[in-house]
């Protein structure tokens, strides 16, 4: 299961037609405790660079973008108990909604795990 | 995923504490034309912590200045709204600088030490405030802007076990109570120390050497107490305590008894008036204001930030100039100007946030209560 990432620090993870979207540790770490994480409704259309989700830490709120374009077709509620879970869990349980994918020639834009290292390092 | 971040003309300064915040692994961001520690471990953790125990806070960059010279006094009272006839040697009280409309320039501290005035203003209005002082004191009142100190805050519950084992040569800090200043010897330099800070806690605010900032923080998060804390914490912890943040919850536009600050007008200057800004406070004691400035708690756990719109059904009725989540309450809280029809306790009100209207209920401030020590 390939994962990639955006240069706004989100991850996608593609399975076949559908895609599991968070944010990266890199990312969480620099937000810091988050408080809140509004989350985009289940049907909602999204489109590759476009607004998806806002992240509310303490101190800020954060706008989470969408890595490509798609159909929201599931959101993680735990995050509605326990928006911590980002702190805690950004690249696993902290998973922000899985989406469909629209048009796969997207990931072609996007960078793997080695790119994104050397994109952090370089920040 | 991106962040607001504020844009800044011109470059950076580092204040004397830099090294020593980037050794302890803050994260340093632009405040007030300077690069400052934003966190170390996270906030929620150095909030907790002061709450509980002591936090340093490293507020150098605010404005520390002194004012002497022949009729000082008269001189400050035509400036600001105080009453220095009851200000005596070694007490502190909030002030506020007004222009001649009474909107609020600056709010600051004004310390009586032995032959001068001593003020701290805020670092984000330091360089202005330098200047409206300047153009209206006379020419023989001394203004003299102590760059070369440094200002710490040590604050929490145990602020004062921690510092007691260090502050020499003043007088015991048990009879130092909240508002009260003296001068001490703190690990063997000169320090002026204030019971006051910008927590709601117990503690402290002291002014050293610049030259020895780095030896006095390094001794004081030294004792098992204390641990520096960064400004996000700062700003959540003053939020909780119910405390304006000039530049967001005052400013020219907003009047002290709008902000409900009519204890920076000091007595006899109500009557008596001769400050900038006197006619439209004077009215607005007497007659009231159309808006006041309120603590709201929000249900949920979405915040509210500044510029939020607040409604009552479908009017809008105000504007949140301050607002986050408060880790002790563990729920969103805000302050805002709302329209005095609005602003009784418990009054149930809507914030915009994000095409969503979230509930909130005028709620009174402080939010978590002050723990000053008046004495035991």
């Known amino acids: 299961m390939p994962r990639y990432f955006t240069d706004e620090h989100e991850w996608i993870d593609v399975e076949g037609s559908t895609a599991t979207v968070g944010i990266t540790d890199y990312a969480q770490e620099q937000l810091g405790d988050i408080v809140f994480v509004e989350l985009p409704q289940v049907g909602t259309t999204l489109e590759q660079g476009g607004d998806a989700a806002v992240v509310e830490s303490v101190k800020a709120a954060s706008d989470v973008y969408s890595p490509i374009d798609g159909k929201v077709i599931e959101v993680n509620e735990d995050l509605e108990e326990d928006p911590a879970l980002v702190n805690t869990d950004a690249d696993e349980g902290g998973w922000f909604f899985k989406m469909t994918v629209a048009d796969a020639s997207q990931f072609e834009g996007l960078m793997d795990a080695k790119a994104y290292k050397a994109f952090c390092d370089s920040l | ?376």
Not at chain 2, 184 to 205: N, P, S
Not at chain 2, 280 to 302: P, S, Y
Not at chain 2, 321 to 349: C, H, K, R, W
Request: hydrophobic share 40%; glycine share 10%; proline share 6%.
């Open chain 2, 1 to 376: 995923m991106s962040e607001d971040t504020e844009i800044e003309d011109l470059p950076l300064e580092a204040l004397p504490l830099d090294a020593w915040h980037r050794a302890q692994g803050a994260r340093m961001v632009p405040f007030a034309g300077y690069e400052m520690p934003i966190q170390y471990e996270g906030i929620v953790a150095e909030h907790n912590w002061t709450r509980e125990n002591a936090g340093l806070f490293d507020v150098s960059h605010m404005g520390q200045l002194l004012l002497s010279g022949p009729g000082v006094d008269a001189a400050v009272e035509a400036v600001l709204p105080i009453d220095l006839a009851t200000l005596k040697v070694g007490s502190q009280r909030y002030s506020l600088l007004l222009d001649e409309n009474g909107g609020v320039l600056d709010d600051l501290m004004v310390s009586r030490q032995a032959d001068a005035l001593y003020l701290v203003v805020n670092g984000a209005c330091k360089w202005d405030d330098i200047g409206h002082l300047r153009e209206h004191l006379p020419d023989e009142i001394t203004l003299n802007h102590l760059d070369n100190r440094a200002l710490l805050a040590l604050q929490g519950p145990k602020a004062s076990a921690a510092l007691a084992r260090h502050a020499q040569g003043g007088p015991d800090l048990a009879t130092l109570t909240f508002m009260k200043f003296a001068n001490y010897v703190l690990g063997g330099h000169d320090a002026w120390i204030a019971r006051a800070g910008y927590t709601g806690e117990d503690g402290f605010e002291i002014s050293i050497p610049a030259y020895a900032a780095e030896e006095i923080a390094t001794l004081l998060c030294g004792e098992p107490e204390v641990k520096p804390i960064g400004l996000g914490a700062r700003d959540s912890l003053r939020l909780e305590a119910g405390l304006p943040l000039y530049g967001h919850d005052l400013s020219p536009e907003t009047s002290p008894i709008e902000a409900g600050l009519i204890f920076g007008i000091n007595k006899r200057r109500r009557s008596a008036g001769g400050y900038p800004g006197a006619e439209r406070i004077n009215r607005e004691i007497a007659e009231g204001t159309q808006r006041k400035w309120v603590g709201l708690k929000l249900d949920g756990r979405m915040p509210a930030r500044e510029g939020a719109e607040v409604f009552a059904d479908d009017t809008m009725v105000g504007t949140v100039t301050s607002g986050g989540f408060s880790p002790t309450l563990g729920q969103p809280i805000a302050m805002a100007y709302v329209d005095a029809a609005y602003a009784a306790n418990g009054t149930e009100l809507e914030i915009a946030v994000r095409g969503k209207r979230l509930p909130a209920a005028v709620s009174p401030m402080p939010f978590v209560p002050h723990n000053y020590y008046r004495g035991s």
